[in-house]
């Protein structure tokens, strides 16, 4: 089975705080991707990666970084969070097919205040 | 660009009810491919089905049915004898193979909120 783990379930930052959100996957996967899921519109990818060190912008990506140093590790970082940033953070993997499907992690749930 | 629209925003049936859910898609890539998705409350995404633009065949898994129609750009999902159990988020998406450098990206719908009642 695939297994997409995030660092915490709930997090709760002030503003201008820096926030580092973990995803870890254990089945080799190439491909990861971060997404934020807010009510009514769905889920949008902020960033993913396809290599170690390799990223690309997403359809959001103002206001957030990634790193990945590892293949197993896709991070998500805020550099100042802000309360529009208060969403539910959800991560996935893919591996390095034609449009597999992903696997997603249980999400975190941000709250900026 | 894609588009995905989910113009269900919540449907509330009771147990035993057969449901539809609606999806709709836009895409000029001749070759795509179709997912839904289930949430439910615990939050984590359960892949459910994918299909390919070049299989319009339609599939049956258990009580769960997919409907895939190019000539409207919908595939719908149809859920026979609902139990309380189905109460989730339910989410199709839409990825593009363009040329292979998609790397498997997926375009979302809003997302439909199933409740059944007992």
């Known amino acids: 089975d695939v297994k997409v783990t995030q660092s915490s379930r709930y997090l709760v930052k002030r503003t201008g705080e820096k926030v580092f959100l973990e995803c870890v996957q254990d089945m080799d996967h190439e491909n990861m991707f971060w997404y934020r899921q807010d009510p009514g519109l769905g889920l949008r990818l902020i960033y993913f990666s396809y290599d170690v060190k390799m990223k690309e912008k997403g359809d959001i990506p103002e206001g957030y970084s990634v790193s990945r140093e590892k293949k197993e590790r896709f991070s998500l970082i805020l550099e100042s969070a802000s309360t529009n940033q208060t969403s539910m953070y959800l991560c996935?993997?893919?591996?390095?097919?034609?449009?597999?499907?992903?696997?997603f992690g249980p999400g975190t749930r941000l709250t900026v205040t | 660009a894609q588009k995905v629209t989910q113009a269900q925003t919540e449907i509330s049936v009771v147990e035993k009810e057969d449901v539809t859910l609606d999806c709709v898609y836009e895409t000029r890539d001749t070759t795509y491919y179709l997912f839904w998705y289930k949430q439910p409350p615990s939050g984590e995404l359960v892949f459910l089905i994918r299909?390919?633009?070049?299989?319009?065949q339609n599939e049956i898994s258990g009580r769960y049915s997919w409907n895939f129609q190019k000539s409207t750009s919908s595939f719908n999902f149809t859920i026979t004898a609902s139990q309380v159990v189905d109460s989730a988020v339910y989410f199709c998406a839409l990825s593009i193979n363009a040329g292979g450098t998609s790397y498997g990206k997926l375009t979302f719908g809003q997302g439909t909120i199933l409740t059944v009642h007992p």
């Open positions: 299909r390919n633009s070049f299989d319009e």
């Open positions: 996935a993997s893919s591996p390095r097919e034609e449009t597999p499907e992903q696997y």
